[in-house]
């Protein structure tokens, strides 16, 4: 007798969901009215943050000095970075025109829970302004042509991060398509790291400053995509510093000799080319 109630039940609770359900598309089916359809568009456009359409992309600039050298450092979470966050580029006038007056400015972009503050510089090493829409995410970095510029890194905890970056789509470090699987700089606790340019050597980047998008890097070098320009990327790891390797010279069979080389000194070929301008 349980087991007949229980399917009567059932049958009875179908019957009923399928009653509101035809209720409710009735419901659905009426027609709003004018002031109504007015505020669902309006609410509809207000999800929808805003964004400018980039003006600038940047060039590859002239040669400063920046030294850097490798380190022996492991991800603690490989393929799930701590932060991952972007800034599209434009003009200011572009940027508060597509905003309005819904526009937030601020000075840096808070990463990793607040763990890292990143914030782009100019030439004088003055913040320059990101603006968003009130309580959105659609960073919007304010640029000026002819602007030399520097990527800026505060790491305010006593975590050990990786940083990989990305200006129009491009690799900083290796000018190739940006990943990131590809290698990054290490930012260690309470320091600050200063990427200023896309690197040539170990000892000399290649500034960024902003242009015209037709002078941008990324549209002069194989691997750019003119799609991408306009974007800074930033990806950041968690990572465990190992210890030093000591170098360790190359073994050879007894009794022979290397290849002569050209150019002994030379590194592998693991920078940005230069661009190919057309």
Not at 165 to 190: E, F, I, N
Request: aromatic share 8%.
């Amino acid at each position: 007798m349980k087991s007949i109630q229980t399917a009567s039940s059932l049958r009875w609770w179908h019957w009923l969901a399928a009653m509101l359900l035809a209720a409710g598309l009735v419901a659905c089916g009426a027609p709003h009215s004018a002031s109504e359809r007015a505020q669902a568009s309006e609410a509809a456009s207000s999800r929808a943050p805003a964004k400018a359409a980039s003006t600038l992309g940047t060039q590859w600039g002239e040669g400063r000095a920046s030294a850097t050298q490798s380190v022996e450092a492991t991800r603690l979470y490989p393929d799930r970075p701590q932060a991952l966050s972007q800034l599209l580029y434009s003009d200011e006038a572009s940027i508060r025109r597509a905003l309005g007056g819904t526009a937030d400015r601020q000075l840096n972009v808070l990463l990793a829970d607040g763990d890292v503050e990143w914030a782009v510089q100019d030439g004088q090493g003055q913040a320059l302004p990101i603006f968003s829409t009130r309580g959105a995410q659609n960073y919007q970095l304010a640029g000026r042509h002819g602007e030399r510029y520097e990527l800026v890194y505060t790491n305010h905890s006593q975590r050990s991060y990786e940083v990989v970056a990305t200006v129009d789509g491009l690799d900083v470090l290796t000018g190739q398509a940006g990943s990131m699987q590809r290698s990054g700089y290490l930012l260690r606790p309470g320091e600050t790291l200063r990427i200023d340019g896309f690197r040539k050597s170990q000892n000399e980047v290649a500034a960024f400053r902003f242009a015209n998008k037709g002078r941008a890097y990324a549209n002069h070098t194989p691997a750019g995509d003119a799609r991408n320009v306009g974007v800074i990327g930033a990806a950041l790891f968690e990572v465990r510093l190992g210890e030093p390797k000591p170098a360790v010279r190359p073994s050879r069979p007894q009794g022979t000799e290397p290849a002569p080389a050209a150019f002994p000194g030379d590194p592998a070929p693991t920078y940005a080319p230069p661009p190919q301008y057309r």
